[in-house]
């Protein structure tokens, strides 16, 4: 630290959430089956009590929360999709919340 710079005890902490974590699973996991597959490491855990099942059932559980991130992803790509369209059914003076094809099925209107 500067000489400038004051002592604090208060600390904080960001949380965010973004499916660009999902990358950050996905490595983690590939490291940790090479890691697992050669039991690499493996005797400190299990020297303090951990049992060999629990390394499984965390590997399944990223495995699943890399799932999730990736519906995440794919909603919000649909989602973004949906709002370009919506955005440019506006610009060409459409209703964008109404369906194209249900003007098709309207009867002319009536004088």
Same mark, same amino acid.
């Given at each position: 630290? *500067?000489?400038? $710079?004051?002592?604090?005890?208060?600390?904080?902490? *960001? +949380?965010?959430?973004? !499916?660009?974590?999902?990358?950050?699973?996905?490595? !983690?996991?590939?490291?940790?089956?090479?890691?697992? =597959?050669? =039991? $690499?490491?493996? #005797?400190?855990? !299990? *020297?303090?009590?951990?049992?060999?099942?629990?390394? @499984?059932?965390?590997? @399944?559980?990223? #495995?699943? /929360?890399?799932?999730?991130?990736? %519906? +995440?992803?794919?909603? %919000?790509?649909?989602? @973004?999709?949906?709002?370009?369209?919506? !955005?440019?059914?506006?610009?060409? *003076?459409?209703?964008?919340?109404?369906? $194209?094809?249900?003007? /098709? /099925?309207?009867?002319?209107? /009536? @004088?």
């Amino acid at each position: 630290m *500067g000489p400038d $710079a004051e002592v604090s005890s208060q600390s904080a902490t *960001g +949380l965010s959430n973004s !499916t660009a974590i999902q990358e950050v699973f996905k490595r !983690t996991s590939e490291t940790f089956a090479s890691m697992f =597959k050669r =039991k $690499a490491f493996l #005797h400190w855990y !299990t *020297g303090e009590g951990m049992d060999i099942m629990e390394f @499984s059932e965390a590997e @399944s559980n990223t #495995h699943d /929360l890399i799932i999730k991130r990736r %519906q +995440l992803k794919t909603m %919000q790509r649909k989602k @973004s999709k949906r709002l370009l369209n919506n !955005t440019q059914r506006v610009k060409e *003076g459409l209703d964008p919340f109404v369906d $194209a094809s249900f003007f /098709l /099925l309207l009867p002319d209107r /009536l @004088s």
